[in-house]
């Protein structure tokens, strides 16, 4: 029993940031940015209607539209997302209502950084191989322009808001084949503190913001080190060529990360789809958006192999092999 991909839907909120407008913002240029990034452009959400609350449902119902399924028949909703403006109710509940789900759909939300849709769609997976689901939505929405820090020139042209959400359906087939690895000890090249709000304001050391803090170079050493090698472990895990694969689905962080990976693996980059250059690294709604636009422009066909990875704060990071 597998969860197949059976619907996907996106949303990018209407503002576009260039590089040229960041000029604006911080001293670099769009010659810097695109050359070490790839990134031209990415989307910034408007506070008052595209909050990830509200993308997330915008996407939800695109996918359970292009599904065809009636929300009703939903019985799991897990949402990932690190930069939510709920903290609670879940952003699964939020969709939860907008959609009018049965009270018989469970919905709970996990927090994975970037990694986070991945993570729930192993948990939708793992829901539907072991009986428990039959039709799950599984979104991703992040609004991370609430969160960098806008004056650090090294990380803030990085990021963009979006949100993503597939349908998955039970059905008979080989099953999800996933691994998934952690370095708690090095969290400290990637965090974002809270914001605390303390009993009193004049309280000492009250700061009001989030920090968001990043080692851009060692984020960058761990990804093209950690996501090659977890490719090649799974093929040797699960008995597959990384010939036979159809489609490489990395998470949208960086051109650079995903050149290199291609390179380390001996892949075409023909195999590598992007679409970083107009959206950022929208975190956890990166993969199922990638997903989206290529299904929509006829990219993306039944029975094509596909490897999921992604990685980022933790850190963490995880392949898939899925047959779409
Ligand atoms: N514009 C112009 N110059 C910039 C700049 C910017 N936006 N950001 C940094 N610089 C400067 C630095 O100050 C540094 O100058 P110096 O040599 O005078 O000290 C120089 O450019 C090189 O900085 P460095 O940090 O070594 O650049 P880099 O090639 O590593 O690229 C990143 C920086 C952030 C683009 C890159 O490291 C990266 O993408 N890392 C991965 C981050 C990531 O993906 N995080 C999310 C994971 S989910």
Redesign the pocket.
């Known amino acids: 029993m597998t969860g197949k991909i059976i619907g996907l839907g996106s949303y990018l909120p209407d503002k576009i940031l260039t590089n040229d407008d960041l000029a604006g913002i911080?001293?670099?240029?769009d010659e810097?940015?695109t050359e070490?990034?790839g990134i031209k452009q990415r989307h910034i959400s408007d506070h008052n209607t595209e909050r990830p609350s509200q993308m997330v449902v915008k996407a939800a119902l695109e996918a359970v539209a292009d599904a065809g399924i009636d929300p009703k028949d939903i019985d799991l909703i897990v949402s990932a997302s690190t930069t939510s403006d709920v903290l609670f109710p879940t952003l699964s509940t939020t969709i939860h209502k907008a959609l009018d789900v049965s009270e018989d759909c469970g919905c709970f939300d996990v927090n994975s950084a970037?990694p986070g849709w991945v993570a729930a769609f192993n948990t939708a997976q793992s829901f539907i191989e072991s009986g428990n689901a039959k039709l799950v939505l599984v979104a991703g929405a992040e609004c991370t322009s609430n969160y960098v820090d806008w004056e650090d020139?090294?990380?803030c042209?990085?990021f963009g808001d979006g949100a993503g959400c597939a349908v998955l359906q039970a059905c008979e087939g080989k099953k999800n084949e996933f691994l998934m690895r952690s370095s708690g000890k090095r969290s400290g090249c990637?965090f974002c503190e809270n914001a605390r709000q303390p009993y009193r304001k004049d309280e000492e050391g009250f700061e009001g913001l989030t920090h968001f803090n990043?080692n851009?170079?060692e984020?960058?050493k761990f990804?093209v080190t950690e996501v090659p090698a977890i490719i090649k472990d799974l093929a040797a895990r699960y008995n597959f060529s990384l010939d036979e694969i159809d489609y490489f689905i990395l998470?949208q962080?960086?051109a650079r990360?995903i050149e290199a990976t291609a390179k380390k693996l001996k892949m075409p980059i023909e195999r590598f789809p992007m679409n970083i250059q107009y959206t950022g690294?929208t975190s956890s709604a990166s993969i199922p958006m990638l997903l989206k636009e290529m299904k929509s422009d006829g990219r993306l066909v039944r029975g094509q192999k596909l490897i999921i990875a992604s990685?980022?704060a933790g850190l963490t990071w995880d392949a898939n092999y899925i047959i779409y």
Request: aromatic share 10%; hydrophobic share 45%; glycine share 10%.
């Open positions: 911080v001293e670099t240029s810097w940015i070490r990034t970037c020139r090294g990380s042209i990085l990637l990043m851009g170079r984020v960058f990804a998470h962080a960086n990360i690294n990685f980022g």
